[in-house]
């Protein structure tokens, strides 16, 4: 059974700071690597994606991947409420199927 | 554009109806999501096509689940004899093609209630 890890939160980050939310997986072919945010009662939308290992920056999106420790994570300098939804980990699993976490949820409080 | 839609948006059927839930894709998108998520819980896949073609359908619960994509735009899923535990916000996703390591499009869900 394929599967990713996310701490479910909620995380709890003041406005301002920088919000870490981290995923682990198991299968080690993966290649690509999704986080969407998910706001309630909303559908998920993409945030970023990354396939090589290191770092890939979006504004104030980092995200981060190493294949060999099997995680993946992203970064959110300079929190804004806005920014307070769940966040879900994708990773890609054959040719065309993804396999979710559950999320994290995360409250950037004012 | 016009993104992906879906609808009944909300949908509540007494148990043993049968449910249709229809998705419209972003127009030429190959590829053709189902996905059922819980509350609290990330999507779980229920079945992919391609193009026309079912290329997999092992999410589905059971047999009571079955879905349509004839033309390769336009896809209905049916839930037949709905059960309680059939609860749940389904949703559709679109994508250009049919590698993943394009995003998924995803439309505002169908919350099926069954009571």
Not at chain 1, 49 to 69: C, H, M, P, V, W
Request: with cysteine; glycine share 8%.
């Amino acid at each position: 059974q394929k599967e990713v890890e996310q701490n479910s939160g909620p995380l709890s980050v003041p406005e301002g700071a920088i919000a870490s939310l981290n995923c682990t997986y198991s299968d080690r072919v993966s290649q690509s690597f999704f986080w969407y945010r998910q706001y309630s009662g909303k559908s998920p939308e993409l945030i970023m994606s990354i396939y090589s290992n290191g770092d890939k920056e979006d504004g104030r999106f980092t995200a981060q991947l190493n294949k060999a420790s099997q995680y993946v994570s992203l970064l959110i300098r300079d929190s804004q409420p806005s920014d307070s939804a769940t966040y879900l980990c994708a990773v890609s699993h054959s040719n065309y199927q993804l396999i979710w976490g559950a999320g994290t949820k995360l409250i950037i409080k004012p | 554009g016009a993104g992906v839609s879906q609808s009944p948006r909300y949908k509540v059927a007494k148990r043993g109806q049968d449910v249709a839930l229809r998705c419209d894709p972003i127009s030429g998108h190959v590829s053709l999501f189902w996905y059922q998520q819980a509350l609290g819980q990330g999507p779980e896949f229920l079945t992919y096509f391609q193009n026309e073609a079912q290329l997999d359908k092992s999410g589905l619960p059971s047999d009571r689940f079955f879905a349509e994509r004839p033309e390769g735009s336009v896809s209905t899923l049916k839930i037949q004899r709905t059960q309680q535990e059939d609860s749940a916000v389904y949703l559709c996703a679109s994508s250009p093609t049919g590698h993943n390591s394009y995003e998924q499009y995803f439309g505002p869900g169908t919350r099926l209630t069954v009571t």
